[in-house]
């Protein structure tokens, strides 16, 4: 096995570095051999972007970069494997071996990637299990511990020890630790049986990946899929996925990282883990030269990492780093420090004070979308988004508010908990109060289930109609969401509780009370996206973390002051031995040291990666209380603002000390006179979809009529099936499809013969689609009309010899003298459908409109007059459109 190893500061091409490696390594090694790996998906789908870009660049020029095409041939075949190449996450690459040695591991060759909360909430449950037994069985695991310390603290201990699992095998340091690893491995065993090798959460797969690296016979089968791999961002490795990288021997590996930016410790990386294999790997020339920062930043940034890293530079990990730039700005960098009596007034007027600097700097020309601020922490919001409102500064969050914290997520997971314990006597009577739609007085200390329900009998009829209700959870919230207006806030509400019921159904929650209990530990956990939200036209704000690997014209580092202080739990893993440490022993303040350590390197590390995010000005601000000491990363960076240094201005703000202002350079911008003072529309006052009419269509009862939304099923499987232009023989592809996990296998051989009979009658109702001159299907929209603006999707549009057909399938019940009646109640859907065409495709004439029932196998053409009425009445009342004829 040969390792190579490739150090890469910020802003050096290392991405670029490494699609031109790839690119030299063809002749030897076929793509088909080879798999690209990163830490993201956003990186590895930036990463094929850029490796095809290359590709066809050399196809087409005969040469990018430095690399020269001498087969032609050889990069042909390289896009053609492209598709299906092995360009990953780490975890991605993990799977991929998994699943090639899947019968000798005892997995299921098709298992399932389990995300972290699932499988939380998995372990979380098995813990109530052992911790149960430990109390109420004598003689079982840990019945001493759990009476030391109680069920609560028992329950929290092993939580905070599974999430060190990167240090597993763990080992007993004392009594009281074993017990503790007693419980935790029953736990971690049933949560496995539970798992059943079909479903494997992040840590699983890198369990279950070091144990394939102890088998010579798997080791074999992943060599010859292998012969090559190249890791980015190895930097971001832990211990465990280090040696699990070692252990699989792959003859050549290729290592692009940067020490400096290793900040991912909350995902057990370790930059010790790179710098070990860095060491004793074959080191390659590093990356030194900036394509991202002008000399002087280049040169400043070079000052920080010596400062901060000298450790890096002892073991060939050069800091120095050159701009490849010739342009500069001579003072790059803007200190702004507030005082105040004290830190959290200091903190106010910090944030008030970076608003107006940024009105300033965008009225000289600088766009909204140049900017970001960046955040250590999230409680740093709290002083940031009140100013920014206040003084008119367009924001977005870069990493939105936690999706499962959101007011009517809450909501729903409350209705889930009351469902799960839906006999009024057993209710929490603070929890009764909180129900959406009533409103009613929080209970006193004097009030009995009893009382509080006899003077609030509206809220019994409520908790009566709960009890009725479906207890599948989906099923459920569907109810709910017709009986308990919690979706009446806004259109991103309704938006988010359709998310919730398909990432509910994606599950398979049979049962409210585990529904309800993961909603509760995922709103606690706060786990955001990686991946930032794009803004346009505003500042975007987003932690350190989300905008690794990210640059920005103007950047902006708020709260510098902000000092997270260390929570050390009860429970610590000593790196070395593997042993787990529990805390008032001897051992626990020597390894909280250790983690200390480690810790205040990373914060280094994290505020180095938040300087170099920086392209081209750099806004640093924090703030002091009354005794004028600094604190967190403000004082780290004493050696900037402390001295006069010619690089960087220090302005010193506040209501009592008003800043200098100072100029930020950027290209003047030329305005035209009418479009600088010409007026914005303001946006549609309501966007709508014509989907279906509020009032109830009259309809037979469908065969299914037992299933849980058996129509909706089959009305969307059968829309999909015939968008896709699925025969019969091709129903199989349907039986994967997500929304089918919550039935049983003769409820889906329902469902499935049903769509089967609609795309049969389809088939038939449409016997040579082969002579259509065009055909459109699934074509969305959006236009304005008045007051409205109006979006959806059309099912089918075609063209013939004759002219154009705009088709809208329907899977409803209905009686035959029942389809009058159905052509008017479907009316002003189709009238918004046909104007969408006319709008979009003048060229669509003459323009025949028509429903297919497909239960019935009927046809239906929509009369002109029937839909120009339609038109006219939404046109006239846009307001009871909203309210009628929409389904949100």
Same mark, same amino acid.
């Given at each position: 096995?040969?390792?190579r190893?490739?150090?890469?500061?910020?802003?050096?091409?290392?991405?670029?570095?490494?699609?031109?490696?790839?690119?030299?390594?063809?002749?030897?090694?076929? +793509?088909?051999r080879?798999?690209?790996?990163?830490?993201?998906?956003?990186?590895?789908?930036?990463?094929?972007?850029?490796?095809?870009?290359?590709?066809?660049?050399?196809?087409?020029k005969?040469?990018?970069?430095?690399?020269?095409? !001498?087969?032609?041939?050889?990069?042909?075949?390289?896009?053609?494997?492209?598709?299906?190449?092995?360009?990953?996450t780490?975890?991605?690459?993990?799977?991929?071996?998994?699943?090639?040695?899947?019968?000798g591991?005892?997995?299921?060759?098709?298992?399932?990637?389990?995300?972290?909360l699932?499988?939380?909430?998995?372990?979380?449950?098995?813990?109530?299990?052992?911790?149960?037994?430990?109390?109420?069985?004598?003689?079982?695991?840990?019945?001493?511990?759990?009476?030391?310390?109680?069920?609560?603290?028992?329950?929290?201990? +092993?939580?905070?020890?599974?999430?060190?699992?990167?240090?597993?095998?763990?080992?007993?340091?004392?009594?009281?630790?074993?017990?503790?690893?007693?419980?935790?491995?029953?736990?971690?065993?049933r949560?496995?049986?539970?798992?059943?090798?079909?479903v494997?959460?992040p840590?699983?797969?890198?369990?279950?990946?070091?144990?394939?690296?102890q088998?010579?016979?798997?080791?074999?089968?992943?060599?010859?899929?292998?012969?090559?791999?190249?890791?980015?961002?190895?930097?971001d490795?832990?211990?465990?996925?280090?040696?699990i990288?070692?252990?699989?021997?792959?003859?050549?590996v290729?290592?692009?990282?940067?020490?400096?930016?290793?900040?991912?410790?909350?995902?057990?990386?370790?930059?010790?883990?790179?710098?070990?294999?860095?060491?004793?790997?074959?080191?390659?020339?590093?990356?030194?030269?900036?394509?991202?920062?002008?000399?002087?930043?280049?040169?400043?940034?070079?000052?920080?990492?010596?400062?901060?890293?000298?450790?890096f530079?002892?073991?060939?990990?050069?800091?120095?780093?050159?701009?490849?730039?010739?342009?500069?700005?001579?003072?790059?960098?803007?200190?702004?420090?507030t005082?105040?009596?004290?830190?959290?007034?200091?903190?106010?007027?910090?944030a008030?004070?970076?608003?107006?600097?940024?009105?300033r700097?965008?009225?000289?020309?600088?766009?909204?979308?140049?900017?970001?601020?960046?955040?250590?922490?999230?409680?740093?919001? !709290?002083?940031?988004?009140p100013?920014?409102?206040?003084?008119?500064?367009?924001f977005?969050?870069?990493?939105?508010k936690?999706?499962?914290?959101?007011p009517?997520?809450?909501?729903?997971?409350?209705?889930?908990r009351?469902?799960?314990?839906?006999?009024?006597?057993?209710?929490?009577?603070?929890?009764?109060g909180?129900?959406?739609?009533?409103?009613?007085?929080?209970?006193?200390?004097?009030?009995?289930?009893?009382?509080?329900?006899?003077?609030h009998p509206?809220?019994?009829?409520?908790?009566?109609?709960?009890?009725?209700?479906?207890?599948?959870?989906v099923?459920?919230?569907?109810?709910?969401?017709?009986?308990?207006?919690?979706?009446?806030?806004?259109?991103?509400?309704r938006?988010?509780?359709?998310?919730?019921?398909?990432?509910?159904?994606?599950?398979?929650f049979?049962?409210?009370?585990?529904?309800?209990?993961?909603?509760?530990?995922?709103?606690?956990?706060?786990?955001?996206?990686?991946?930032?939200?794009?803004?346009?036209?505003?500042?975007r704000?987003?932690?350190?973390?989300?905008?690794?690997?990210?640059?920005?014209?103007?950047?902006?580092?708020f709260?510098?002051?902000?000092?997270p202080?260390?929570?050390?739990?009860?429970?610590?893993?000593?790196?070395?031995?593997?042993?787990?440490?529990?805390?008032?022993?001897?051992a626990?303040?020597?390894i909280?040291?250790?983690?200390?350590?480690?810790?205040?390197?990373?914060?280094?590390?994290?505020?180095?990666?938040?300087?170099?995010?920086?392209?081209?000005?750099?806004?640093l601000?924090?703030?002091?209380?009354?005794?004028?000491?600094?604190?967190?990363w403000?004082?780290?960076?004493?050696?900037?603002?402390?001295?006069?240094?010619?690089?960087?201005?220090l302005?010193?703000?506040?209501?009592?000390?008003?800043?200098?202002?100072?100029?930020?350079?950027?290209?003047?911008?030329?305005?035209?006179?009418?479009?600088?003072?010409?007026?914005?529309?303001?946006?549609?006052?309501?966007?709508?979809?014509?989907?279906?009419?509020?009032?109830?269509?009259?309809t037979?009862?469908?065969p299914?009529?037992?299933?849980?939304?058996?129509?909706?099923?089959?009305?969307?499987?059968?829309?999909?099936?015939?968008?896709?232009?699925?025969e019969?023989?091709?129903?199989?592809?349907l039986?994967?499809?997500?929304?089918?996990?919550?039935?049983n296998?003769?409820?889906?051989?329902?469902?499935?013969?049903?769509?089967q009979?609609?795309?049969?009658?389809?088939?038939?109702?449409?016997?040579?689609?082969t002579?259509?001159?065009?055909?459109?299907?699934?074509?969305?929209?959006?236009?304005?009309?008045?007051?409205?603006?109006?979006?959806?999707?059309?099912? !089918?549009?075609?063209?013939?010899?004759?002219?154009?057909?705009?088709?809208?399938?329907?899977?409803?019940?209905?009686?035959?003298?029942?389809?009058?009646?159905?052509?008017?109640?479907?009316?002003?859907?189709?009238?918004?459908?046909?104007?969408?065409?006319?709008?979009?495709?003048?060229?669509?004439?003459?323009l025949?409109?028509?429903?297919?029932?497909?239960?019935?196998?009927?046809?239906?053409?929509?009369?002109?007059?029937?839909?120009? +009425?339609?038109?006219?009445?939404?046109?006239?009342?846009?307001?009871a459109?909203?309210?009628?004829?929409?389904?949100?």
């Amino acid at each position: 096995m040969r390792i190579r190893a490739r150090s890469a500061s910020a802003g050096t091409g290392k991405t670029t570095s490494l699609v031109r490696e790839v690119l030299l390594s063809l002749p030897q090694t076929p +793509l088909r051999r080879t798999a690209i790996v990163t830490f993201t998906r956003s990186g590895a789908a930036d990463l094929r972007l850029r490796l095809e870009m290359a590709l066809r660049e050399i196809i087409e020029k005969g040469k990018h970069l430095d690399v020269v095409s !001498r087969d032609r041939k050889l990069y042909l075949e390289a896009l053609s494997e492209l598709r299906g190449a092995t360009i990953t996450t780490l975890h991605g690459f993990f799977r991929t071996l998994l699943r090639l040695n899947a019968p000798g591991l005892g997995l299921d060759p098709d298992f399932a990637a389990q995300d972290e909360l699932e499988s939380h909430l998995l372990f979380q449950e098995a813990c109530f299990e052992v911790i149960a037994e430990a109390v109420s069985v004598p003689m079982s695991s840990g019945v001493p511990l759990v009476a030391q310390w109680g069920t609560d603290e028992t329950l929290r201990t +092993l939580i905070e020890l599974r999430k060190q699992r990167a240090y597993s095998p763990f080992q007993a340091y004392g009594v009281l630790e074993r017990e503790l690893l007693e419980l935790y491995q029953e736990a971690a065993k049933r949560t496995r049986e539970r798992q059943a090798g079909r479903v494997l959460d992040p840590d699983d797969v890198e369990e279950w990946a070091h144990r394939l690296t102890q088998s010579p016979d798997m080791l074999q089968r992943v060599h010859e899929r292998f012969k090559r791999v190249f890791i980015d961002e190895f930097q971001d490795v832990s211990p465990l996925q280090a040696r699990i990288v070692h252990a699989l021997k792959i003859p050549l590996v290729d290592l692009v990282g940067d020490a400096k930016q290793s900040i991912y410790a909350f995902r057990n990386a370790d930059v010790n883990a790179f710098l070990e294999l860095y060491q004793n790997a074959e080191q390659l020339t590093p990356l030194t030269v900036s394509y991202r920062h002008p000399p002087t930043l280049a040169r400043i940034f070079t000052e920080v990492a010596e400062r901060f890293f000298p450790e890096f530079e002892e073991l060939g990990l050069p800091a120095r780093v050159t701009s490849a730039h010739t342009e500069d700005l001579t003072t790059p960098i803007e200190v702004r420090l507030t005082r105040a009596d004290s830190i959290a007034l200091a903190r106010k007027q910090e944030a008030e004070d970076l608003a107006l600097r940024l009105r300033r700097i965008y009225a000289r020309g600088t766009p909204w979308e140049d900017m970001v601020i960046l955040v250590r922490r999230r409680t740093s919001l !709290r002083y940031l988004e009140p100013a920014l409102k206040q003084f008119g500064v367009p924001f977005v969050l870069g990493r939105g508010k936690n999706y499962y914290a959101r007011p009517e997520i809450l909501d729903a997971g409350l209705l889930l908990r009351i469902r799960a314990e839906y006999h009024p006597s057993l209710l929490d009577l603070a929890r009764l109060g909180q129900i959406p739609p009533l409103n009613v007085p929080a209970p006193t200390p004097l009030d009995t289930t009893d009382t509080y329900l006899e003077r609030h009998p509206e809220l019994l009829e409520m908790l009566e109609g709960i009890r009725a209700a479906p207890r599948q959870p989906v099923a459920f919230l569907r109810w709910a969401l017709g009986v308990f207006p919690i979706d009446a806030a806004s259109p991103e509400a309704r938006s988010n509780l359709e998310g919730l019921l398909r990432d509910l159904t994606e599950r398979g929650f049979e049962d409210a009370a585990r529904a309800a209990r993961f909603l509760k530990l995922a709103a606690e956990g706060g786990n955001d996206p990686d991946e930032p939200v794009s803004g346009s036209g505003a500042v975007r704000i987003m932690t350190v973390h989300a905008a690794k690997g990210l640059e920005f014209p103007i950047t902006v580092l708020f709260d510098l002051s902000d000092d997270p202080r260390d929570r050390s739990g009860r429970v610590l893993v000593d790196p070395e031995s593997h042993e787990v440490i529990l805390k008032d022993t001897e051992a626990f303040e020597r390894i909280r040291l250790h983690w200390q350590r480690r810790r205040e390197g990373e914060d280094l590390r994290l505020l180095y990666v938040a300087l170099t995010r920086a392209r081209n000005y750099l806004i640093l601000t924090g703030s002091m209380g009354g005794t004028g000491q600094a604190q967190g990363w403000l004082l780290q960076l004493e050696f900037l603002y402390n001295q006069q240094r010619p690089d960087v201005r220090l302005l010193h703000t506040g209501k009592a000390t008003p800043a200098q202002e100072v100029e930020v350079q950027t290209p003047e911008l030329l305005l035209d006179a009418d479009f600088a003072t010409a007026r914005v529309d303001p946006p549609p006052l309501m966007v709508l979809a014509p989907t279906r009419n509020r009032e109830m269509l009259k309809t037979t009862n469908p065969p299914g009529q037992d299933i849980p939304e058996f129509g909706k099923v089959v009305g969307l499987l059968t829309h999909y099936a015939i968008a896709f232009d699925l025969e019969v023989q091709d129903m199989g592809r349907l039986k994967t499809q997500q929304i089918l996990r919550p039935y049983n296998p003769d409820e889906t051989r329902s469902i499935l013969e049903t769509v089967q009979q609609m795309l049969q009658t389809h088939h038939a109702l449409s016997p040579d689609r082969t002579s259509r001159l065009e055909d459109l299907a699934e074509v969305p929209f959006a236009f304005r009309q008045g007051e409205v603006t109006w979006n959806g999707v059309i099912d !089918r549009l075609f063209q013939t010899p004759e002219g154009w057909i705009l088709e809208d399938y329907k899977t409803d019940f209905l009686a035959p003298e029942d389809l009058g009646q159905a052509v008017h109640h479907y009316a002003p859907q189709l009238a918004v459908y046909r104007e969408a065409v006319r709008r979009a495709r003048p060229d669509c004439t003459p323009l025949k409109v028509r429903l297919v029932f497909l239960a019935l196998g009927q046809v239906q053409d929509v009369p002109e007059e029937v839909l120009d +009425l339609a038109m006219q009445n939404l046109d006239a009342s846009p307001t009871a459109a909203a309210k009628n004829p929409v389904d949100w």
